[in-house]
């Protein structure tokens, strides 16, 4: 079993919302720390967290290389794109998230889901959710909307707990059957092993053309190829 565990880290003089990835051997693989710090109603993280300084990661663990965003940082693709260039080929993000204390008439845990489900991303994802219950504080009450999940490579939900129960979701995937893997073949990834929020990889969104001095694919709207140099002329 490898498992993720959120922790509250004092660095210093800095706070962070890290998470720790134990392998199955027992062995701490690394951390991250949440990048997207939120500042709303209800939601005054700026106030005891620090940026996260790590940049995103993924890790080779026993099972399979899998990425971690936390909370927050799921609404942000370039969380889900950075980590799957990187080669992860699950992704979790543990999450608090409940109803908008400044309007209760909004429910946004179906937009919560979709922005995960949507991510342009190769791996599967799983939402590790804080239970059903509720909060109140300095005049707002928040009510966590449950509904832990777990999507497959297309964004389809293939479990899912409601929003009152508490358990465990279990899963099985092919990870060498991934939609875009087949489609694309071998795509070349960021060398490192961590990309940093921001931070440009030279990968552009669009379909995939060969570069004819290397078997790298690059985007369409790219101009050229990393591994090669050679710049790559745009159809029409």
Not at 34 to 48: C, L, Q, V
Not at 49 to 64: H, L, S
Request: glycine share 10%; charged share 20%.
């Amino acid at each position: 079993m490898v498992l993720p565990i959120s922790f509250f880290e004092l660095a210093g003089r800095a706070r962070f919302n890290s998470i720790a990835i134990i392998d199955a051997d027992g062995s701490n693989l690394g951390i991250y720390r949440k990048s997207h710090i939120p500042d709303g109603p209800g939601y005054h993280e700026k106030y005891y967290f620090n940026p996260g300084d790590t940049g995103f990661k993924v890790w080779q663990t026993r099972y399979a290389k899998i990425g971690v965003g936390i909370c927050w940082d799921q609404w942000f693709p370039e969380c889900a794109r950075s980590m799957a260039l990187m080669g992860a080929e699950l992704l979790f993000y543990p999450t608090a998230i409940g109803s908008e204390p400044h309007d209760h008439s909004i429910n946004s845990r179906d937009h919560w889901q979709r922005v995960q489900q949507g991510t342009p991303r190769q791996p599967d994802a799983a939402d590790c959710q804080q239970p059903h219950r509720r909060e109140e504080q300095d005049g707002y009450d928040i009510t966590f909307y449950g509904s832990s999940f777990i999507a497959n490579q297309f964004g389809e939900k293939v479990q899912e707990l409601n929003e009152t129960e508490t358990g465990v979701l279990v899963q099985s995937f092919d990870l060498g059957a991934g939609a875009y893997s087949q489609r694309l073949g071998r795509v070349p990834r960021p060398s490192s092993e961590s990309v940093r929020p921001g931070q440009d990889t030279g990968w552009r969104a669009g379909v995939l053309s060969p570069c004819s001095t290397c078997t790298a694919r690059r985007s369409m709207t790219a101009t050229s190829c990393p591994p090669s140099g050679r710049r790559i002329a745009r159809p029409g």
